[in-house]
């Protein structure tokens, strides 16, 4: 691995990879560890997007345990957890379809690439099914919440504006990610992906696998801690 | 196997489906703990669970064991922000109300501190 900045003399630069390498870099190897920690770079920027509705969701929760935790019988647990086992069913088609870039399988990719589609569209199918459930229910804040337990209806209206505000920005980060896979799916159609060039693919993938991790810790947090009786 | 304009090592299948089995037998696991009464623990238990989730997913399918050691440390330096984060609000709402606590002679309270005995 390229942990130094000067390249190696050994690295000699064939005609197809130099194609893909831009003149500021030295070499291929270079320029995807670039690649590799700009991505990051914005990963990071994620995180901690992500991390304010985190800590305002955990400062809210113990300033209003209880009234948090009685929201937990209003979610849809066997939804939540076969989403849960969507999106980490498209975290490996995504894996598999990075694999493929790296190995120059033109039709395994689009395949690998069009079933992370598939799956990411159930997940947001499901999730449409559910925001429809909260919508029956009088659980969405502001649009006529209410709440059976009238004791709780002021301080359970902020969870659930946590929950779609967190589950919301989830499911935007998911059709972005599908616009960028739709993308992959025209490139890699044409042949654009080989194993001298293959960092888009890696770098949605990263992209979409962050997103799973961010469900994987939403998942949880709404729907499993709140004591089920 | 590495490819070879990128010298990056190609993740085994094998290697991917194990992660994916340990990921869904994690994502039962989880949902049926929370079934279970535990009372403080079930919050531990599942944040433990969403943890190992999320570093198998980084480590592996995002392949941070791959990467170099800059790349590892703005990973990690992102962890640290986030506890950052995190610690510096919980220091302000843990001791918002120690001022008033400090100073008896005082009758207000934090309004936030009012809300909670409800």
């Known amino acids: 691995m390229a942990d130094t900045i000067i390249p190696a003399t050994e690295d000699v630069i064939s005609p197809a990879e130099e194609v893909h390498l831009k003149h500021h870099f030295a070499t291929t190897a270079q320029q995807m560890d670039a690649d590799t920690l700009g991505m990051w770079t914005f990963l990071i920027t994620e995180v901690l997007f992500f991390g304010g509705m985190f800590a305002s969701y955990a400062v809210y929760r113990n300033l209003y345990y209880p009234a948090f935790a009685s929201t937990s019988k209003f979610m849809n647990v066997p939804l939540g957890a076969t989403n ?145 009786t | 196997m590495t490819t070879a304009a990128h010298h990056t090592p190609i993740p085994k299948v094998s290697v991917l489906v194990r992660v994916f089995l ?34 198998l997913v980084a480590w592996i399918f995002m392949g941070v064991r791959y990467t170099t050691s800059l790349t590892k440390l703005f990973v990690v330096a992102g962890l640290v922000w986030l506890s950052i984060l995190v610690v510096l609000t919980y220091t302000d709402y843990t001791s918002r109300n120690w001022i008033y606590q400090a100073r008896p002679w005082s009758h207000t309270k934090a309004p936030y501190f009012e809300d909670k005995a409800k």
């Not at chain 1, 980490?88 to 395994?108: D, E, G, Y």
């Not at chain 1, 229910?137 to 301080?155: A, C």
């Open chain 2, 22 to 55: 340990t990921l869904i037998v994690l994502t039962f696991v989880t949902t049926l703990v929370s079934y279970v009464d535990l009372g403080e623990w079930n919050i531990v238990v599942a944040l433990i669970i969403a943890v190992t989730k999320a570093s």
């Open chain 1, 84 to 228: 849960t086992g969507v999106l980490i069913c498209s975290s490996l088609t995504m894996a598999m379809a990075v694999r493929s870039a790296q190995l120059s399988q033109r039709k395994p990719l689009v395949r690998y690439l069009l079933l992370t589609m598939f799956f990411g569209a159930v997940f947001l199918g499901i999730k449409a099914f559910e925001y429809h459930e909260k919508w029956v229910e009088h659980l969405v804040p502001g649009f006529g919440f209410s709440y059976e337990q009238t004791q709780f209806e002021r301080n359970a209206q902020i969870l659930f504006f946590l929950y779609f505000a967190m589950t919301g920005m989830h499911a935007i980060h998911m059709i972005v990610g599908f616009g960028l896979l739709t993308y992959l799916v025209v490139k890699a159609r044409k042949g654009a992906f080989t194993e001298h060039y293959f960092a888009p693919v890696e770098m949605i993938g990263l992209y979409w696998h962050f997103v799973d991790i961010v469900w994987i810790f939403l998942f949880p947090m709404l729907y499993l801690i709140g004591g089920r």
